[in-house]
C-alpha cells in the first residue's frame, strides 16, 4: 500500500520557472491538501480539497494553483516560481470528507528557488 | 482565526528524564493530533484526541487533552534516544481545517 506518493522529491527552480508538484493517493481519500513547511512556522495549508471538481484556498494561497480532476491525484502548480517559495511541500489525505480525520502525509518535495 | 501554540520549541533532555510538550489552542475544537517528525522525513501520526479527558498511551509517550483549557499535553517518560524528533500538534478548526503549532524538537541526550 503506496499511501500519499508525492514526485519529486527534490528541485531546483530559477525565478520565474513554473513547475507541477505531483501528489497520489491510493487510499480512496476524499480530502487532500497541501501544506508547506519553513523553520519555526510549522505547517502552514495551501490549499484543499473535499472532493474530485472541489477545491478551496488554504492559508498561504498566492502563487499556487490546484486542480483535481481525480480523487487519487491533487497536483500543486507554481505560476512563477519566487525565492520566497522555497520551502518544503508536503501534500496530505484524509478519509474524512471534511478534513477532520487524521491526515496522511506525503515524503515531502524540497524545493528551491534561486 | 485559529492560533496554536506548543512549548516549548526547543527541548534537550537526558535519558531516563521525564517531561511534558504543552499545546494550546485559542477556539473551540474537540479534535486534536499529535505527529512526529524526523529530521528530513515526512510526519507520521502518533495520537488522535476526540474527546474531553481523552488520554492515550503509546510506549513512553502519553498525550491528553482537555477541550475546557483548550490545552493538550504530550508527556514523555523515561526518554531514550530514539525519541528525538519534532513533535508537532494540530487542530482541526474552521470548515475542519488542520492548523498545526509551530514544532517543538525534542533533543535526548546520553
New interface residues.
Partial sequence: NAGVTQTPKFQVLKTGQSMTLQCAQDMNHEYM?W?RQDP??????IH?SVGAGIT?Q?EVPNGYNVSRSTTEDFPLRLLSAAPSQTSVY?C?SSY?R???G???????TRLTVV | ELK?EQNP?FLSMQEGKNYTIYCNYSTTSD?L?WYRQDPG?????LF?LLSNGAVKQEGRLMASLDTKARLSTLHITAAVHDLSATY?C?V?GT?????????TRLQVTL
Avoid: H
Avoid at chain 2, 41 to 45: A, F, Q, W, Y
Avoid at chain 2, 95 to 103: M, P, R
Fill in positions: 491538501s501544506y519555526g512556522m510549522g505547517l502552514r495549508l484543499y478551496d488554504g508536503f496530505a474524512s471534511t478534513g477532520a487524521e491526515a496522511f502525509f506525503g515524503q515531502g | 496554536v520549541l479534535r493530533y522525513k515526512s510526519l507520521e501520526s488522535v508537532f494540530a482541526t470548515a475542519s481545517k488542520l492548523t498545526f503549532g509551530t514544532g
